[in-house]
C-alpha cells in the first residue's frame, strides 16, 4: 500500500512535471526559430559576442562627427533658432532613451535646407532638414522620423552597409596621429562611401523597412500616436511629384507606396494607440513660428 | 513517512520547475526606469533600474506590469520601458560578455561624452578637418551641437508637460 502511495505520488509528479518539461523542450526547439522569443534571447546574446569584433564606439563617434562635417558642407549650417534645437532636442531624446540604443547620448540637428531629408551618422547625430520640417503637423510626427533615424544608429545600419570599406578591414580604430598616415586615407575614403550610401543610394532597402518598424515601436514605447508616421509618408508621396529628389528622401528611400503598406500592416500591433499624444500645438509653437530659419554666421 | 516526503519533496519540485521554466523575462531597455510601488508615475521609488537589468515578469499585460528585479523586489514598471529582447550593447574596450560589460560600457560612453562636450569635436575629427580643409565656420557648428546636451531631467520634464507615456492623464 505504501509502495502505491509512493508510486502514484512520483505519478503526479511526473504529471506535474511533464509540461515543464515539455514547455523546456519547446524552448529549446524555439532557440532555432529566430521570431520566438527564445530565439531574440539568443540573437541577442549573439549579437553581444559579434560585437567584441566591431568598431568601437569611440571611433564610431569619429565617423559620425567626420560625416556631420562632411553633411553641413553639403546641405548647409544648422538652423539659427536655438529654441527650436532644444525642441527638437527634447523630442529626439525622449524617443531615443526608449530606443534599443538607450545608452549613448544622442544630438539632434535642423539644418537650414528646403531638401526634404533626415539622416543619422553613425555615434548618434542625427539630422533633419528644415524642408522636411516644415511639411510635419505635429510632435509625434517629428518624433516617429526621429524615431526612424534613431532606429539606423541602434542597428548600426551605415556602418554595415559599408562593410568591405578597406578601413574597416585592417584596425578599425583611429587615432589623431594614425589619420595622419595611410590609415587616415583609409578612413576619408571611408567617410566618401557614407557619404555616397547616405546621401544618394540611399541604405539597402531592408534596412529602411526595419528603420520604419523601429520607429513604430520606439514613439509607441514613448507613448506618441504611432500612426503619425503614416501621416508622414502620405505627405512625403504628395510632395514627391514636386520635390527636389537629389540627396532627399524620394531619392535613398524606398518606394513610399511599400513603405505605407508595410507600417499600416505594423499598427495593428499597437491596438490602443488611440489616444497617445500627438501634440500639433507644442509643435506649431516652435517650428511654425521660426518657419522661415536663418543660418548662423 | 520517508517515502510520503519524498514524495511530496519530488512533487514540489516538479511544480517549482514548471513555474521557473514559464516565468517571462523583461529586460529594462529604457534609461531612467524606476520600479513603482503602484501603478503611477506620482507613485513612490523602490529602486532605481538599470539598462539591460533582467525582470521577472509577475503580471499585466497593459502600460503597467508588475514585475520582480533579480534581488528580489517586487513592483511596477512602465511597459514602455522593458522589452522581451534584450537592449544593443555598446562596444567599449572589446572585453567581456553579457551584464557587467554592458554596465561598464555604459559608463565609458557617459565618460567619452562628457570629455566631447568639454572639449568639442574629438582630436580625431579635428585632424580630419585639418585634411579635408574644412572651414573653421563649420567646426564651430559641429563644437555647438556637440554642446547641446539635454538631461534626464529635462526630458522628464518634457513628457510631464505634454503629458506623454506615463504621464498620460
Known amino acids: 500500500m505504501k509502495k502505491l502511495r509512493l508510486l502514484s505520488l512520483v505519478a503526479l509528479a511526473c504529471l506535474a512535471a511533464a509540461p515543464a518539461h515539455a514547455g523546456w523542450q519547446d524552448k529549446l526547439q524555439n532557440l532555432m526559430n529566430p521570431e520566438s522569443k527564445e530565439g531574440k534571447i539568443l540573437s541577442g546574446a549573439t549579437r553581444v559576442v559579434s560585437s567584441s569584433q566591431e568598431m ?41 532613451r526608449n530606443s534599443r540604443r538607450s545608452t549613448i547620448p544622442y544630438r539632434f540637428v535642423v539644418l537650414d535646407s528646403q531638401v526634404q531629408n533626415a539622416f543619422a551618422a553613425p555615434g548618434g547625430i542625427i539630422f533633419i532638414s528644415r524642408g522636411l520640417l516644415n511639411l510635419l503637423e505635429n510632435e509625434a510626427e517629428l518624433a516617429a522620423v526621429l524615431s526612424h533615424e534613431v532606429g539606423h544608429v541602434a542597428e548600426k545600419h551605415a556602418l554595415k552597409s559599408i562593410r568591405r570599406a578597406q578601413f574597416l578591414q585592417g584596425a578599425a580604430t583611429i587615432t589623431a596621429a594614425t589619420m595622419k598616415g595611410s590609415e587616415g586615407k583609409k578612413f576619408e575614403s571611408m567617410i566618401g562611401d557614407l557619404q555616397s550610401t547616405l546621401f544618394d543610394k540611399g541604405l539597402d532597402q531592408g534596412m529602411e523597412y526595419e528603420a520604419d518598424l523601429a520607429a513604430l515601436e520606439t514613439a509607441y514605447r514613448t507613448g506618441y500616436d504611432p500612426t503619425a508616421l503614416v501621416g508622414v509618408l502620405r505627405k512625403l508621396q504628395q510632395e514627391e511629384a514636386t520635390a527636389a529628389k537629389n540627396g532627399s528622401w524620394f531619392s535613398t528611400h524606398p518606394p513610399l507606396d511599400e513603405r505605407i503598406a508595410r507600417v ?12 497617445l499624444a500627438k501634440l500639433p500645438a507644442r ?14 554666421k | 513517512m520517508k517515502k510520503r516526503a519524498l514524495g511530496g519533496a519530488l512533487l514540489l519540485l516538479a511544480l517549482y520547475a514548471g513555474q521557473a521554466l514559464s516565468a517571462e523575462t523583461r529586460w529594462v531597455v529604457s534609461e531612467g526606469t524606476t520600479l513603482k510601488t503602484e501603478q503611477s508615475v506620482s507613485a513612490p521609488n523602490l529602486a532605481d533600474l538599470p539598462v539591460g537589468a533582467e525582470l521577472t515578469l509577475i503580471e499585466g499585460a497593459g502600460r503597467w506590469l508588475k514585475v520582480r528585479t533579480a534581488d528580489g523586489k517586487e513592483g511596477w514598471v512602465y511597459a514602455g520601458r522593458v522589452s522581451d529582447t534584450a537592449p544593443v550593447a555598446e562596444v567599449g574596450g572589446g572585453d567581456g560578455l553579457l551584464g557587467g560589460s554592458l554596465q561598464k560600457s555604459q559608463i565609458d560612453t557617459a565618460k567619452a561624452d562628457s570629455a566631447r562636450s568639454i ?46 507615456g506615463e504621464y498620460a492623464q
Not at chain 1, 534645437?85 to 531615443?96: E, H, T, W
Not at chain 2, 563644437?143 to 546636451?149: E, G, N, P, S, V
Open chain 1, 56 to 96: 568601437t564606439y569611440q571611433t564610431e563617434c569619429t565617423v559620425g562627427e567626420s560625416l556631420a562635417l562632411e553633411s553641413m558642407q553639403r546641405f548647409g549650417k544648422p538652423v539659427a533658432d536655438e529654441a527650436l534645437q532644444k525642441y527638437v532636442n527634447l523630442v529626439g531624446n525622449s524617443v531615443a
Open chain 1, 264 to 275: 499600416s500592416a505594423a499598427l495593428a500591433r499597437y491596438p490602443d494607440r488611440a489616444g
Open chain 1, 283 to 296: 509643435f506649431a509653437k516652435f517650428v511654425k513660428a521660426g518657419k522661415g530659419g536663418k543660418t548662423t
Open chain 2, 119 to 164: 572639449r568639442g569635436l574629438s582630436p580625431e575629427t579635428a585632424q580630419y578637418a585639418r585634411q579635408r580643409g574644412t572651414p573653421e565656420g563649420l567646426k564651430k557648428e559641429l563644437d555647438r551641437i556637440l554642446a547641446r546636451k539635454v538631461s534626464d531631467k529635462e526630458v522628464k520634464a518634457f513628457l510631464k508637460e505634454g503629458k506623454i
